[in-house]
């Protein structure tokens, strides 16, 4: 799970040269691939690549590398970040959605906690996003990835709810997929301090 691919230094960006070593790493020791092969072969060489929020960086610095090595990748659009500053345009999402593999997924229409939310509003706002993204860019949007996506953010009627929309729902858990969570897709969040470790 990336955010930001830029210099910034916190916990929600990697650098782009960064980005690049941590991608070519795969290339020589992993298969990128999409979640229902990820989910079919069961290999722990596999590995899904996702895009939260999505920065306009990530267009800038991951879109053409991704492209170039012809690797399947999610960008989880939350709606109301879309075309403002900072973050993916609408020309943008379509390009990268055209020109690559890259996958339109959902992360709500608003970025907040779903914990808090009452249950009717937050059914009401996952299927607005899935049909607003559906309809803009023309492609079926099957996957959904929480804000924050902790259990603290998300209670279990909020994961329930989210799997009665979509087909995949993606945490932040930073466990093994595991065929006992059904379609709840586990995630690590990858920033320069946890690029640093993993890559020692």
């Known amino acids: ?23 070519r790493y795969l290339s020589e020791n992993k298969k990128v691939v999409d979640i229902e092969t990820l989910i079919e072969e069961k290999d722990p060489d596999n590995v899904v690549i996702t895009f939260d929020d999505v920065y306009e960086s990530v267009y800038h610095n991951a879109y053409p590398l991704l492209k170039e090595k012809g ?7 939350c709606n109301s970040y879309l075309d403002k500053e900072n973050y993916l345009n609408s020309d943008m999402l379509k390009e990268m959605l055209k020109g690559s593999k890259a996958i339109l997924g959902s992360h709500r229409y608003r970025h907040e906690l779903s914990r808090f939310m009452e249950e009717k509003d937050l059914a009401k706002e996952l299927r607005d996003s899935k ?7 023309g492609t079926e ?23 009665s929309v979509f087909g995949h729902v993606f945490m932040t ?15 690590i969040n990858m920033n320069d301090s946890v690029y640093g470790k993993e890559m020692k």
Request: some cysteine.
């Open 1 to 23: 799970m990336f955010h930001n691919v830029n210099d910034d230094h916190d916990t929600y960006s990697i650098t782009k040269d960064h980005f690049g070593e941590f991608v």
């Open 71 to 77: 690797y399947p990748f999610y960008l989880f659009v």
């Open 131 to 137: 049909k607003e993204l559906e309809e803009a860019f």
């Open 141 to 163: 949007v099957k996957d959904f990835a929480f804000p924050y996506g902790s259990m603290y953010a998300c209670s279990e009627s909020n994961i329930k709810e989210a799997c």
């Open 173 to 187: 858990y930073a466990i093994p997929y595991n065929d006992e969570y059904g379609n709840i897709i586990p995630r």
